[in-house]
C-alpha cells in the first residue's frame, strides 16, 4: 500500500529507525466470543471498549445532572435532601470528567491513531489492556460509594480542604473517591505513554512528523499534558488521604499545614485538564472540517504550532482559578496575563477552522453540523473564558452559576460535540455500517437547542449572584432555573434518540465502502484506504507515504 501526503515540509521526510516486518508475526483472525474479546489487545477493540464505557457512563452521570436540575427546576423544592443533592453534585462532575470526556477521546485515540500513522497496534499492547482495565475498578468504587454509610464523597469534584478531611467528611465515600481518582490516574499515565512511544516510533516508513494527521498530533500534545500533570493531581490527593487516615497535617492548619496549597496542587493539573478534554477534539473537528468543505486544512503547520503553545501556556495559568484564595496582586497580574495570552493561540485554530471552509464545497453532514455547533459553542464558552481572566470580574462572579456556564460550554459545547461529531465522522469505519443521518440532524437539533437552554440562562443568573452548589435558593431566580431544567430534558432526549440510533444501525448489515463519505481523493489518509471496519492488523503490509 502507498499513499501520498502533501506536506509543506517534503524535505524533512525522516526515515523511521523502528523495522517493521512485511507480514503480521501473529495469526491474522477477528476475535470471537465474549471471553476472546474482553482479553484481547487489539488497539480498536480496546478502543470500542473505552467508547462503550464512556457512552454507559454518560447516561449515569447525565442521571446525576438531570437529578440535580430536577431539584433546581423551582426555588424550595426537597425533590432531595441536602446530603445526597452534594453527593450528586460532586459525583457528576467526577463521573463526567473521569469516565465519561476523557476515556471517549481515549477511545477514539486508540482505535484510530496506529491506522492514521500506518501501525499495526499501540507500542505496548498489554499496557493498553491495562489501561482500560484499570478504569473498571475505579468505576466501581465511584458508583458504589453511594452504597456505604454516610454515601458517596459530598466534598465537590475539587474535594478542598479542609471540606474533604476526616473532620468534615468522615464518610468512606471519600476514601472511595481517592483511590477512584488514584486509579482513574494511573490509567490515564500508562495510556499516555503508550501514545508517546507509538507516535514518536510506529510511523509508517516516510510518514515524518508533519505529515501526521493532526488528530494525531492533539493526541501527542494531549499525553504529554496527561504525563505531567496527572502525577500532581494523584500527589495531591495521596496528601488529602494520609491527613484523613493517617494524620498527617499536609493541609490542617493547626498541623502547620496549608488548604491553599491543595489548590495550587490541585488546579496545576485540572486546569490542564480542560485541555486534556479539548485537544483531541481539536483534532477531530480539523478533520471533520476539512473533509466534508473538501478541502485540506488550512495552515497546518501553525494548527501543530497551536497545539503545542495550548499544551505548554496550559500548566501556567492555574492561578485564576484562585484569584479569591488570597495570592498577591502581582500574581494575579501573571495568572492575569497568562489566560488572556492562551486565547491567542486558540484563536489561530478557530481562524484556521473557519479559513477552511471559507470556498469549499460544503457538505452539511450530521458530523459537519456537529463540527459548525463546536467552533459556535467554544468560542462563547472562550469568550467567557476571557471575562473570568479579568479579576475584578472574577472575584464578582466567583464560585456563581457564571462559572458553571462558563465551563459547561467548554466542556458540553466543546468536547462534547466533537465527540458527537467524530462519532458520526467515524462510526462508518468502525462497525461498517452508517448512522442515519435523518435521526442525526434530528439529535444535532434536540442537543444543540438543549445545550444552549440549559447553561446559556446560567449566565445571567450567575450574574445576577446565585451561588453555585446550593440546593435551594431566592425566589428571583426560578424562571431562568426552570428554562434551565427544561433544556436538559432536549439534552435527555438527544442521548436516548443517539442510543437508538446506534442500536438501529448495528442491526443493519455491513454496507460501508472503504471511503464511505468520499473524501479520501483530497484527505489521502490511511483510515480510508483499508476495510470497513479494519482488519486485524489493520494492514497487510505496512503502508509507504510518499
Known amino acids: ?18 523495522h517493521f516486518p512485511d507480514e503480521p508475526q501473529l495469526p491474522v483472525t477477528r476475535p470471537t466470543g465474549i471471553l476472546n474479546v474482553l482479553g484481547s489487545t487489539d488497539h480498536k477493540v480496546i478502543g470500542m471498549m473505552y467508547l462503550i464505557l464512556a457512552l454507559a457512563s454518560a447516561f449515569i452521570g447525565g442521571s446525576f445532572a438531570g437529578a440535580i436540575r430536577a431539584q433546581l427546576s423551582a426555588a424550595n423544592l426537597e425533590l432531595l435532601k441536602p446530603e445526597l443533592f452534594n453527593q450528586l453534585i460532586t459525583m457528576h462532575g467526577s463521573v463526567m470528567i473521569f469516565f465519561v470526556i476523557i476515556p471517549a477521546l481515549a477511545g477514539f485515540g486508540n482505535y484510530l491513531v496506529p491506522i492514521m500513522i500506518g501501525a499495526r497496534d499501540m507500542a505496548f499492547p498489554r499496557l493498553n489492556a ?64 503508550n501514545f508517546i512511544v507509538t507516535i514518536l516510533n510506529m510511523r509508517a516508513p516516510g510518514m515524518n512528523m508533519m505529515k501526521m494527521p493532526l488528530f494525531c498530533w492533539a493526541w501527542l500534545v494531549n499525553a504529554w499534558l496527561i504525563l505531567v500533570g496527572t502525577p500532581v493531581l494523584s500527589g495531591a490527593v495521596t496528601m488529602v488521604l494520609t491527613d484523613r487516615a493517617f494524620g498527617t497535617g ?58 503545542g503553545a495550548i499544551g505548554i501556556i496550559g500548566f501556567l495559568v492555574w492561578g485564576h482559578h484562585m484569584f479569591t484564595a488570597g495570592i498577591s496582586p502581582e500574581i494575579r497580574l501573571y495568572f492575569s496575563f497568562m489566560t488572556m495570552l492562551i486565547a491567542l493561540p486558540t484563536g489561530v485554530k478557530i481562524w484556521s477552522w473557519l479559513a477552511t471552509i471559507w470556498g469549499g464545497t460544503i457538505r452539511f453532514t450530521t458530523a459537519m453540523k456537529f463540527a459548525l455547533g463546536f467552533i459556535s459553542l467554544f468560542v462563547i464558552g472562550g469568550i467567557s473564558g476571557v471575562f473570568l481572566a479579568n479579576v475584578p470580574f472574577d472575584v464578582q462572579v466567583h464560585d456563581t452559576y457564571f462559572v458553571v456556564a462558563h465551563f459547561h460550554y467548554v466542556l458540553v459545547g466543546g468536547a462534547t460535540m466533537a465527540l458527537f461529531a467524530g462519532s458520526y465522522f467515524w462510526f462508518p469505519k468502525m462497525s461498517g455500517r452508517m448512522l442515519s443521518e435523518k435521526l442525526g ?22 450574574l445576577q449572584g446565585m451561588a453555585r452548589r446550593i440546593w435551594q435558593y431566592r425566589p428571583e431566580f426560578e ?60 494492514f497487510a503490509k505496512i503502508p509507504e507515504v510518499h
Open 130 to 193: 491495562f489501561s482500560f482495565w484499570v478504569l473498571i475498578p475505579a468505576a466501581v468504587l465511584m458508583f458504589t460509594s453511594f452504597a456505604v454509610d454516610g454515601g458517596a464523597n459530598a466534598a465537590g469534584w475539587t474535594a478542598y480542604p479542609p471540606l474533604s478531611l476526616k473532620e468534615y467528611s468522615g464518610t468512606a465515600g471519600v476514601d472511595m473517591w481517592i483511590l477512584g481518582v488514584h486509579l482513574a490516574g494511573l490509567s490515564s499515565i500508562t495510556g499516555a505513554i
Open 441 to 462: 440532524t434530528a439529535i444535532f437539533w434536540l442537543f444543540f437547542f438543549g445545550m444552549n437552554i440549559t447553561f446559556l440562562p446560567l449566565h445571567l443568573v450567575g
Open 250 to 307: 499536609f493541609f490542617k492548619p493547626g498541623l502547620e499545614g496549608d488548604p491553599v496549597l491543595y489548590q495550587h496542587l490541585f488546579w496545576f493539573y485540572s486546569h490542564p485538564a480542560v485541555y486534556i478534554m479539548v485537544l483531541p477534539g481539536f483534532g477531530i473537528i480539523s478533520h471533520v472540517l476539512a473533509s466534508f468543505s473538501r478541502k485540506q486544512i488550512f495552515g497546518y503547520t501553525g494548527m501543530v504550532w497551536a497545539l
Open 1 to 18: 500500500m502507498s499513499v501520498t501526503i502533501d506536506s509543506p515540509q517534503q524535505n524533512e521526510e525522516r526515515k523511521p529507525t523502528r
Open 479 to 538: 424562571t431562568i432555573n426552570m428554562i434551565s431544567s427544561m433544556g436538559y430534558l432536549l439534552m435527555l432526549a438527544a442521548g436516548m434518540l443517539f442510543l437508538y440510533s446506534i442500536f438501529e444501525a448495528l442491526r443493519r448489515p455491513r454496507d460501508c465502502s472503504n471511503d464511505p463519505w468520499n473524501i479520501n481523493d483530497i484527505q489521502k489518509s490511511l483510515v480510508w484506504d483499508i476495510e470497513s471496519p479494519p482488519p486485524p492488523y489493520n
